[in-house]
């Protein structure tokens, strides 16, 4: 079995255990594969944790979830100095951030120092303790978790923070047929008849799958069709009058780097060995969504993130 045929089996049988949220799961490989972190969105119940621990169980890598609280500290994230009176030294204790896979559940619970100790982790890929330097390991997906029902005591994450994650996906609730489908999954596993997972992938695929990733071929014209969208985001004056009164920042070069890297791992998966302008198309609202800073006027009209997207698709044509 070829590496792509490991992760479209791995990603068939995430679609049985995980019923109903197909786009999730699609968007976790994504990240998992373009070396990123995602944030999601979603009511309680919605099967997010579920979806990264049972990913966890395909792969070859340890996972961790950490709990955000408002008591939470730093150091319960990274680790810190323990002193070891046998020896009359001090040692480093590994926090729960040195896992492969790491579930940030409610990151918005936390206060500011604790959520930026998680976020200087991801962007550096290392932690810092003392004079020591800690690397962190080279499949690391941090997936962070909102619950936009409660907003009492939580610490909103600030813009510049949330650029750091590669997409913010936002999870809806299933539909009847698919509900239908979960009572009845929910009733086998309580019987313990759950499907097998496929055999575990190693990281060492992981990685060598990523290189395959950034060989895929894209045209110039297709990389022109994704600046020409994050350019549109900060010259909309010219581009649409009424988009520009929208609009109160455009997106950051990260954006353009996110969108190239989802774009190619989306054609990847849909086995393809070139980047389509419709794989950019695919991945953009995630890409954008929590990037774009909208006017209050926007917010005023009751006009969304997802509806400035879809309009600078109808505005940006492929050169």
Known sequence: MTEHDSLLALKDWLNKTIVGQPHLIDRLLIALLADGHLLVEGAPGLAKTKAIK????????????????PDLLPSDVTGT???????????????????????????????????????????????SVGRTTYPLPDVFLVMATQNPVEQEGTYPLPEAQLDRFLMHVEVDYPSAAAELEILRLARKEAQAETNQP????????????????VKLHLAEAVENYIVALTCATRQTQEL????????????????????????????????????????????IHDVFRHRLILSYEAEANGVDTNAVIDRLLSLVAVA
């Open 240 to 283: 649409d009058p009424e988009l520009a009164q929208w609009i109160e920042f455009g997106v950051s070069p990260r954006a353009t780097i996110a969108l190239e890297r989802c774009a190619r791992a989306h054609a990847w998966l849909a086995q393809r060995d070139y980047v389509s302008p419709e794989d950019v198309q695919a991945v």
């Open 198 to 213: 496929p055999a575990p992938i190693s990281q060492e695929s992981l990685l060598s799958v990523r290189q395959d990733i």
């Open 81 to 127: 100095d323990i002193y070891r009176p046998e020896t009359g030294a001090f040692e480093f204790q590994s926090g729960p951030i040195f896992h492969n896979l790491v579930l940030a559940d409610e990151i918005n619970r936390a206060p500011a120092k604790v959520q930026s100790s998680l976020l200087e982790a991801m962007a550096e890929r290392q932690v």
């Open 54 to 69: 049972t990913l966890s169980d395909g792969l070859d890598a340890s996972f961790h979830r950490i709990q955000f609280t």
